[in-house]
């Protein structure tokens, strides 16, 4: 194993503390509810106010939804916090590529912290 030289050290720690300052940041939400034993975070703070909207839909798939008496606005903020939150990931790995791949770089460069010890 290679050890890392005094300049590597202190890039190498500060794009650490990047992705992970970024990934604190991305879990910051406003509220979590439990489920099944496990915590959905919500991307949208599930206090605030309803607003309504005028919104047109496919007619088929209007009497089809009413028919199975589905909640449309429950459904619609489903869908609107599933594609916020893949959007959201998608920029978190976005801002921290260059991180994750100097991070990557020194790993397959050094090998990982502890490496040695390591009993797995």
């Avoid at 959007?87 to 460069?109: F, G, M, P, R, T």
Wanted: charged letters at 25%.
């Amino acid at each position: 194993m290679q050890l890392l030289s005094a300049t590597e050290v202190p890039l190498l720690q500060a794009n650490l503390t990047t992705v992970v300052a970024n990934a604190h940041a991305a879990n910051h939400i406003d509220g979590a509810t439990e489920k099944g034993g496990m915590t959905m975070r919500r991307r949208s703070d599930q206090r605030a106010l309803k607003k309504a909207k005028n919104l047109s839909s496919n007619n088929d798939l209007s009497e089809k939804t009413g028919r199975l008496k589905a909640n449309i606005s429950a459904t619609r903020e489903k869908a609107l916090e599933a594609k916020l939150s893949e959007s959201e990931a998608e920029q978190w790995q976005w801002d921290n590529s260059n991180a994750i791949k100097a991070y990557n770089h020194a790993v397959a460069e050094h090998g990982c912290l502890g490496e040695e010890y390591r009993t797995f």
